[in-house]
């Protein structure tokens, strides 16, 4: 069965910090990949996502992840956080029957 | 467009009584999916529409959940009996296939069994 794993519960990081989310998934076939934030209290919104072409992929608010195939592994980055960052970090893998599988999703807590 | 639009945002209900959860999805989007957020098991999706038919209600944990989607611009999940256990967040999303199937989500019904 397909799984998405994200490796980190609970991040904390003081502001301009570096971050790094990892996410890998099982899947052998064709696969779109996403990464949804959800801010405290809101609903999910996507932040970037990969479907083909470049593996590194930009988002909104500076996020970029990298898509590597041979590790399964589309790890999200941002070079320096904000206190507004704090959120709720979900991966999340579509195979070809269009079903959305999603990591349990990595807290992030951004210190001023 | 104003997105997925989802009620009630909250409903606080005691175990043994039905709910009845509603979405109305982005205007012309085919695909519909329900999904239920607890701490305990993240996200999963319990069911999704395509065109107003169910395609895949495998998540659907038991018989006490049904859901429908009479017409493209409105579906329903509804809990009956509801449980304590069934405390979640409850997540509606959209999408357009001609758009690469992302998945555009409403704000959540957070439900409370007591």
């Known amino acids: 069965a397909q799984s998405v794993s994200q490796h980190n519960h609970h991040v904390i990081l003081s502001e301009a910090a570096s971050l790094e989310l990892g996410c890998n998934y099982s899947?052998?076939?064709?696969?779109?990949l996403f990464w949804y934030v959800q801010y405290p209290g809101q609903h999910l919104q996507l932040l970037l996502k990969?479907?083909?072409?470049?593996?590194l992929v930009k988002g909104i608010k500076g996020f970029e992840a990298e898509f590597i195939k041979s590790k399964f592994s589309f790890n999200l980055r941002k070079p320096s956080v904000q206190w507004s960052d704090t959120a709720e970090y979900f991966c999340?893998?579509?195979?070809?029957?269009?079903?959305?599988?999603f990591g349990t999703g990595t807290r992030l807590t951004v210190i001023p | 467009d104003a997105g997925v639009i989802q009620s009630p945002r909250h409903e606080v209900t005691e175990m043994g009584q039905e709910v009845t959860l509603r979405c109305k999805p982005i205007s012309g989007h085919d695909y519909l999916f329900w999904y239920r957020q607890t701490m305990m098991r993240g996200l999963e999706l319990l069911i999704y529409?395509?065109?107003?038919?169910?395609?895949?209600d495998s998540g659907m944990p038991e018989d006490r959940f049904s859901a429908k989607m009479p017409n493209a611009s409105f579906s329903t999940l509804k809990i009956q009996p509801s449980e304590p256990r069934d405390s979640a967040v409850y997540f509606c999303?959209?999408?357009?296939?001609?758009?690469?199937?992302?998945?555009?989500f409403g704000p959540g019904t957070r439900l409370t069994v007591t």
């Open positions: 529409f395509n065109n107003n038919v169910p395609i895949d």
């Open positions: 990969y479907f083909s072409g470049d593996p």
């Open positions: 999303a959209s999408s357009l296939r001609r758009s690469s199937y992302e998945q555009y």
């Open positions: 899947y052998g076939g064709t696969v779109n």
């Open positions: 999340a893998v579509q195979t070809g029957a269009n079903n959305l599988f």
